[in-house]
């Protein structure tokens, strides 16, 4: 057990619609990033969040969006979904309170993913 | 920009054989490397990784990796090979403390 939690476990939807996706961190990590994976695109890099501010920004469409809040937990906003949306997202965190991010070596602990279907 | 290549999209090996997967990297500066595993339905988990010192790093389960700085590679090995190594092993690079840019991935088969 990673110790990161993401909810919910499998979606189905259809296109057109929007849905959200929860990850809460290791307890005291204060990175949180968010990947994809598809079958044909592999495991993309989307963002990251630094303590409730945005760090890094990857390969993220407009329609899709997150979001860290105070107590750290993050949310994935995907809308106007299309079929291409079906795949895994991960959640990953690192860096606990306490460290500094030049001593984060990058480290990532992931949570089990939120499969999501669009119909 | 950094980038990681697997070559393999998948390795068989018999159990009980020595393994090898492949991993060679491009960064600007010194790599962060890394090896993750992920079993199927499951989120990946972190095996090992090289920051400095020693090219051969000792990682989880009995794998190990070696850094070749010549060759940007970045082998990921272990002597004897579990019909429960059978996975799916990832490659990553980061240029420090940002984001991991991850291979495509290279599915291991272990036969019994």
């Known amino acids: 057990d990673s110790g990161v939690t993401q909810t919910p476990k499998h979606l189905i939807t259809a296109t057109g619609q929007r849905v959200t996706l929860r990850c809460s961190p290791r307890s005291g990590d204060l990175s949180v990033y968010w990947y994809q994976q598809s079958l044909d695109q592999g495991l993309q890099f989307l963002i990251q969040?630094?303590?409730?501010?945005?760090?890094a920004k990857g390969n993220i469409l407009e329609r899709f969006s997150a979001q860290q809040f105070p107590d750290l937990h993050s949310e994935l906003n995907l809308s106007s979904l299309e079929l291409g949306d079906s795949a895994l997202y991960f959640c990953a965190s690192s860096l606990p309170s306490g460290g500094t991010v030049s001593s984060n070596t990058g480290e990532l602990f992931f949570g089990e993913g939120s499969r999501l279907t669009v119909l | 920009a950094q980038s990681v290549a697997q070559p393999e999209d998948q390795v068989n090996v018999a159990e009980g054989n020595p393994l090898t997967v492949k991993c060679t990297y491009s960064?600007?500066?010194?790599?962060?490397l890394f090896w993750y595993v992920q079993y199927p339905n499951r989120g990946l988990q972190f095996l090992l990784k090289?920051?400095?010192?020693?090219?051969l790093v000792k990682g989880s389960y009995g794998f190990e990796a070696e850094f070749n700085k010549s060759q940007t590679s970045f082998h990921l090995k272990k002597p004897s090979a579990l019909v429960s190594d059978s996975a799916l092993y990832f490659c990553?690079?980061?240029?420090?403390?940002?984001?991991?840019?991850f291979g495509t991935g290279t599915r291991l088969l272990v036969s019994p």
């Open positions: 969040y630094y303590n409730g501010e945005e760090r």
């Open positions: 990553a690079v980061s240029p420090g403390f940002q984001k991991l840019v």
């Open positions: 960064v600007s500066g010194n790599p962060y």
């Open positions: 090289y920051i400095t010192g020693d090219n």
